[in-house]
């Protein structure tokens, strides 16, 4: 089973870039790596989605290596509003049947400070 | 284009008492997901649906949990007897494709449920 591993928590001050990064290991073929960000109160919501190399997007960077054991989100110039829990996730369940729910390990708290 | 809706927002029973939590994916999604958030933690898959027949239900607690989504659309989790450790959040979700195939997750606010 596909599962991932990030830190517990991790503090930065506004305007600093934040990289967290996520290591699956088991990461199956077919496995897009997702993370999501989620505010109290709210559920999770997307911010990106990779399979292989370096994904841009207007809020974050999604780095991962050529053999996928890892990946790295970066949110440049962070400020006060992306202080969140942020999760990685990548497909879990049998390959073969096509039918692969996403799992959420614990995910990353960020506290930004001003 | 409307969201994932969910209702009730916050629900207060006693134990053993039961509970329903409804959800409207977004239109034309055709897999949806019910998620348990306990405080601190993930959320974790409870039930996953593909039009109206269940994929994956593996770790929802059968004897007490129970989810359906008649024709395919809206869905209904229910809770009978409730416990203590039911405590938690409940997200639907909603995704055009199976989650991990490239298809991006939409959840609603969630459910939010005390135990007494």
């Known amino acids: 089973l596909a599962k991932t591993t990030q830190p517990i928590s991790m503090d930065s001050y506004e305007g600093q870039e934040v990289n967290i990064t996520c290591s699956h290991n088991?990461?199956?073929?077919?496995?897009?790596i997702t993370w999501y960000q989620q505010f109290p109160s709210q559920g999770p919501r997307f911010i990106i989605q990779?399979?292989?190399t370096k994904v841009t997007n207007e809020v974050a960077s999604l780095f991962i290596p050529a053999d996928r054991k890892s990946s790295t989100l970066s949110l440049p110039r962070v400020s006060l509003s992306d202080t969140a829990v942020y999760y990685c996730?990548?497909?879990?369940?049998?390959?073969?049947?096509?039918?692969?729910?996403?799992?959420f390990g614990s995910g990353t708290r960020l506290q930004v400070q001003p | 284009e409307a969201g994932v809706a969910q209702s009730p927002r916050y629900k207060i029973i006693e134990k053993r008492q039961s509970v329903a939590f409804w959800c409207n994916p977004i239109s034309g999604h055709a897999t949806l997901y019910w998620y348990q958030q306990i405080l601190g933690q993930g959320p974790k898959l409870l039930i996953q649906f593909q039009n109206n027949g269940v994929v994956d239900d593996s770790q929802l607690p059968k004897d007490r949990f129970s989810a359906e989504r008649l024709k395919g659309v809206d869905s209904t989790l229910k809770i009978q007897p409730a416990k203590l450790e039911d405590s938690a959040v409940y997200l639907c979700a909603s995704t055009r494709r199976p989650g991990g195939m490239s298809g991006e997750l939409f959840f609603g606010e969630g459910s939010r449920l005390t135990v007494l």
């Open positions: 990779g399979y292989k």
């Open positions: 996730l990548v497909g879990d369940g049998p390959v073969d049947t096509g039918r692969r729910a996403l799992t």
């Open positions: 088991n990461i199956a073929t077919n496995d897009y």
